[in-house]
């Protein structure tokens, strides 16, 4: 077994730049927590970076490192990271939240016809509820009308006409029939 230390170098190299990617993929996920700040988010990206960096560190084994990773690559793939983040995150962090933003600002361009045809679709939802209820209603009156013949007829059993003008009698009776009760009484009383 041979060492060759010229394929090492390029290992050493690949792994660093492959840290360099790692902190710039978690500073413009970073740029995306900073811009919503909830935990969904954080967490969403946080699952996504994890699941970047080990498919990425796999696929850097099996090509790169041989089927192998080995302590230097993981090792230099820190050091990328870190010099990442002392070196290019201060510049490139403000641009991330600039991107970031105005994709957000696009987005909500983009959504705002598709609000308003969930609005209309509401709207019109309401509408033919609003319409079925009534026919629902209306075929509900038609049909009480229907099964029960007998409330357009009077007290004998005749059909047709209003009870109206002899409810009103009745109610004169009573009253006047209260009102004599009620001066009986006072007279008693005296």
Not at 14 to 21: D, E, P, V
Not at 105 to 126: C, D, R
Not at 139 to 164: Q, V
């Amino acid at each position: 077994m041979e060492n060759y230390v010229q394929a090492q170098l390029v290992s050493f190299a690949q792994a660093a730049l492959l840290g360099l990617l790692g902190g710039c993929l978690y500073d413009l996920l970073r740029a995306v927590r900073l811009y919503r700040r909830s935990r969904t988010v954080t967490h969403i990206t946080d699952a996504l970076y994890t699941a970047v960096m080990l498919l990425m560190l796999w696929m850097f084994a099996l090509r790169l490192g041989g089927g192998e990773l080995r302590l230097y690559m993981l090792a230099a793939a820190a050091l990328g990271f870190a010099l990442y983040f002392l070196l290019l995150s201060p510049l490139l962090l403000p641009l991330w939240k600039f991107w970031v933003r105005a994709a957000a600002e696009f987005g909500a361009v983009l959504w705002k016809p598709a609000a308003w045809s969930m609005e209309l679709v509401k709207k019109v939802e309401i509408s033919i509820k609003k319409l079925f209820y009534f026919w629902r209603k209306y075929a509900t009156i038609k049909k009480y009308k229907w099964d029960c013949p007998y409330l357009g007829e009077n007290d004998n059993g005749k059909g047709g006409g209003s009870n109206h003008e002899e409810q009103k009698k009745r109610k004169k009776a009573r009253r006047r029939n209260d009102a004599g009760g009620a001066a009986a009484d006072r007279r008693g009383h005296i």
